[in-house]
T-cell receptor
Framework: AQSVAQPEDQVNVAEGNPLTVKCTYSVSGNPYLFWYVQYPNRGLQFLLKYITGDNLVKGSYGFEAEFNKSQTSFHLKKPSALVSDSALYFC???????????????FGKGTKLSVIP | GAVVSQHPSWVICKSGTSVKIECRSLDFQATTMFWYRQFPKQSLMLMAT?????????EQGVEKDKFLINHASLTLSTLTVTSAHPEDSSFYICSAVVSGTNYGYTFGSGTRLTVV
């Protein structure tokens, strides 16, 4: 079974400082990894994904994430945080294996990011 | 880009009544649709997976007769909460696999259901 761990319920960072939201995963085979952001009472917005290729993935709104296979991690980063980045962030994984349920995403519990002015 | 339109955004209903939530894919064909439930400050819990023209596959612990899912066309999937009770109050989100986008998914904007 696949799983995602986001060890921090909340991350606080000052505006302008770099931010990191942590994610580790467990999956059979090679993973497809995703980051999504959710604002209150809204659906999920796609930030970035790792499918294959370069381990450093650049996404929307200046976010990036680094795939580290040996550490089974996919931490989300941004060099300079904005107050508008304050939201709930979800890491998700999908197995590359085919078959029933293969399209399903498994989400972490989410990390609330608060950027302090 | 691929958009899933989810309606209503919020709904309040009385206990015992049924509520239907619709998700429409606006510019692509959604062969597979996922339905999630999200409790406050918690992650998304997959309720069921629906494929166009076939019966939905429900996750363990999800009542099939209570949460009716219909995916009769490639552009419309519906979730009906039957005989709703206050414990069904939650945020419901649909998501579709977007073919041809290198494993992309798109999400509806969610429906806040409150049962009184």
């Amino acid at each position: 079974a696949q799983s995602v761990a986001q060890p921090e319920d909340q991350v606080n960072v000052a505006e302008g400082n770099p931010l990191t939201v942590k994610c580790t995963y467990s999956v059979s085979g090679n993973p497809y990894l995703f980051w999504y952001v959710q604002y209150p009472n809204r659906g999920l917005q796609f930030l970035l994904k790792y499918i294959t290729g370069d381990n450093l993935v650049k996404g929307s709104y200046g976010f990036e994430a680094e795939f580290n296979k040996s550490q089974t991690s996919f931490h989300l980063k941004k060099p300079s945080a904005l107050v508008s980045d304050s939201a709930l962030y979800f890491c998700a994984v999908r197995a590359t294996l085919s078959g029933a349920g293969s399209y399903q995403l498994t989400f972490g519990k989410g990390t609330k990011l608060s950027v302090i002015p | 880009g691929a958009v899933v339109s989810q309606h209503p955004s919020w709904v309040i209903c009385k206990s015992g009544t049924s509520v239907k939530i619709e998700c429409r894919s606006l510019d692509f064909q959604a062969t597979t649709m996922f339905w999630y439930r999200q409790f406050p400050k918690q992650s998304l819990m997959l309720m069921a997976t629906s494929n166009e023209g076939s019966k939905a596959t429900y996750e363990q612990g999800v009542e099939k007769d209570k949460f009716l899912i219909n995916h009769a066309s490639l552009t419309l999937s519906t979730l009906t909460v039957t005989s709703a009770h206050p414990e069904d109050s939650s945020f419901y989100i649909c998501s579709a696999v977007v073919s041809g986008t290198n494993y992309g998914y798109t999400f509806g904007s969610g429906t806040r259901l409150t049962v009184v």
